[in-house]
């Protein structure tokens, strides 16, 4: 099958495509990215030689480029990852979201519908899958986000995020589409960029600088691990229903402080100091979201899909994995 991922070099997607051909071997991957500052294409050099993966660099905000490039692969089907993230990126410069997220996603649907729509036979067979946030669902004081909470974004990167979903399915009710939308909680793991929570009190703590919690660090996140998200997202594409939104969740419901605290103490014991004195509250982000949770129930009952392995267990590796990357940094040798 041939498969075009997007923003395949970054966290979800780098780690989606070192999957993809762990357990479909035989599948042939387009990569197809920006490459902006959160991308990490090094962390796909297990692959680079994989005859079955391809990469291209390219803008999905750039349609005739993207047509180009669909045209020559002609995928059977896409995984779109590709997206402006991060919160506090969005409310600095919200324009640059709402270019690729939802600009950049029409792009992408329309290319492929009008790709794909050329041979009414197989237009059905090929898929779109579209990896959305559970943040388009806004704050939530008690319980969990179902597949039927209503919509309520709260920044400009949920607003984006939450535009992009009502757009893929839009075509899939208006012109037939096979698509399917995940809104997924918080991921970990290896090749999380910098600036996203656990990275930042992994790499403060090593650096010795302080660790920024915001506000009281009483919000809440649920975690899931990134490998956990592949699977989820591998069962999705393959035995997921055409029109329906899956809900992807850790189950792992953390305030922030408390998470901070955490990895503090697992860090303290392996660096032999005391890291929570790094700890620094700053300023609340405007518009900050107390709490989020994930309700998984849905894809659990329907495909199965259960989180692997405990988070305590998928944080101890995450960590790991980050000394490990800085272990030949003269500041890390001297640490460790």
């Known amino acids: 099958m041939r498969i075009l991922i ?18 479909h071997p035989d599948d042939i991957i387009l990569n197809l990215d920006n490459l902006t500052y959160a991308a990490n294409i090094d962390f796909l050099n297990p692959v680079t030689s994989n005859p079955n993966y391809r990469f291209i ?37 919200p324009e640059i979201f709402v270019l690729t997220n939802v600009l950049g996603t029409f792009n992408l649907l329309e290319e492929c519908r009008q790709l794909w729509n050329k041979d009414k036979l197989t237009f059905n067979e090929n898929r779109f899958l579209h990896i959305s946030t559970d943040e388009v669902f806004g704050s939530l004081e008690s319980g969990s986000f179902s597949e039927q909470t209503p919509y309520r974004p709260n920044s400009p990167y949920s607003a984006t995020k939450a535009g992009s979903d009502h757009i893929v399915r839009a075509y899939h009710y208006t012109y037939g589409m096979n698509a399917i939308i995940t809104n ?29 919690v915001y506000g009281n660090g009483q919000n809440i996140r649920d975690w899931l691990f990134v490998e956990d998200h592949c699977n989820a997202l591998d069962m999705v594409f393959h035995k997921g229903k055409s029109g ?29 100091y005391n890291v929570k004195e790094q700890i620094s509250n700053v300023t609340d982000r405007l518009g900050h979201d107390l709490r989020y949770a994930v ?25 790991d994995w980050y000394l490990k990357k800085r272990e030949h940094s003269p500041l890390t040798q001297q640490i460790i």
């Open 6 to 23: 997007t923003g395949g070099a970054g966290f979800i997607g780098s780690n989606l495509i070192l999957h993809w051909f762990k357990h």
């Open 57 to 93: 660099q390219a803008d999905i905000v750039d349609r005739n480029h993207l047509k180009d490039v669909l045209r020559e692969f002609i995928p059977q089907g896409v995984i779109h990852l590709a997206a402006e993230s991060h919160v506090d990126n969005s409310i600095k410069g």
């Open 184 to 212: 997924c909680s918080n991921n970990f793991g290896p090749n999380q960029n910098n600036e996203k929570l656990i990275p930042t009190v992994i790499r403060s703590a090593i650096s010795r600088d302080k660790i920024p």
């Open 244 to 272: 329906e939104t899956y809900n992807i969740g850790g189950r792992n419901q953390w305030k922030n402080i408390d998470l901070v605290n955490k990895i503090c103490d697992l860090l303290s014991d392996i660096l032999q």
């Open 295 to 319: 309700d998984s129930t849905k894809i659990e009952r329907e495909l199965k899909w259960r989180p692997a392995k405990d988070f305590d267990t998928n944080l101890k590796t995450t960590i």
